[in-house]
């Protein structure tokens, strides 16, 4: 991602992910939960936070977090159509993740300078959204799509291509995935877990951010 090159959103979320490589995932239908616990990344360091739109009141918990917080750059996650993607951007959404590669929300977020980041796991995925004009994807899961060994395979055939392996990253295998040049960040529900968000267990949740920027400023 080269910033001299991107819009604004891009270059600051460039920026930003320079940074502190790490994007934590929140999944909560509670709008003050999910208020607390993006303030409690924040505190950790982690300034870019993924709402996912797994639950019924997730759009609403992200527009809370953009409404009573300051200084974070805040996204839509598991963005599935056209019309999703849409009403997120008009909610304030900043980027937009999708578990996979949808022609239409790619092209959409290309015409708005929107960054997108939609899921790819096979060497096809990856070059139909070099083709659309992508040159940042993320790769999911990262896991079970071959983890390491299969970034340093795309990173050796798609040298323009930047990744966010996501799914299966955990505070013990993150600089594994850090240390490779192509990865830009690396997302994970690792960071928010339901059982500290539920109880109102910030400081875990701050302590967990903070351990991964210091993970990822070793690399």
């Known amino acids: ?6 819009g604004p959103i891009e270059a600051q979320l460039a920026a930003r992910l320079a940074a502190a490589p790490v994007v934590p995932l929140i999944g909560e239908n509670d709008a003050a939960r999910a208020i607390e616990t993006a303030r409690a990344l924040a505190a950790g360091g982690l300034s870019v936070i993924e709402v996912v739109l797994r639950s019924s009141d997730a759009q609403k918990g992200m527009e809370a977090i953009l409404a009573e917080t300051e200084d974070l750059i805040v996204g839509a996650g598991t963005v599935l159509t056209l019309d ?7 909610s304030g959404a900043q980027f937009i993740v999708s578990p996979g590669l949808v022609d239409d929300i790619a092209l959409y977020c290309l015409d708005e300078g929107i960054p997108f980041f939609p899921g790819t796991m096979t060497a096809g995925e990856v070059q139909r959204a070099y083709a659309l004009g992508l040159r940042a994807v993320k790769f999911f899961p990262a896991s079970l799509a ?8 795309f990173s050796a055939v798609f040298s323009e291509m930047r990744f966010m392996p996501t799914g299966g990253v955990s505070a013990g295998n993150l600089s594994e995935f850090l240390a490779l040049p192509s990865v830009i960040a690396c997302g994970g529900s690792w960071l928010t877990p339901k059982a500290a968000v539920e109880a109102g267990d910030y400081a875990a949740i701050t302590r967990l951010a903070s351990e991964a920027v210091s993970i990822a400023q070793q690399r």
């Open 1 to 6: 991602m080269n910033s001299q090159t991107l």
């Open 84 to 90: 999703q993607a849409k009403s997120v951007v008009a």
């Open 146 to 153: 071959g983890g390491v060994p299969m970034l340093k395979a």
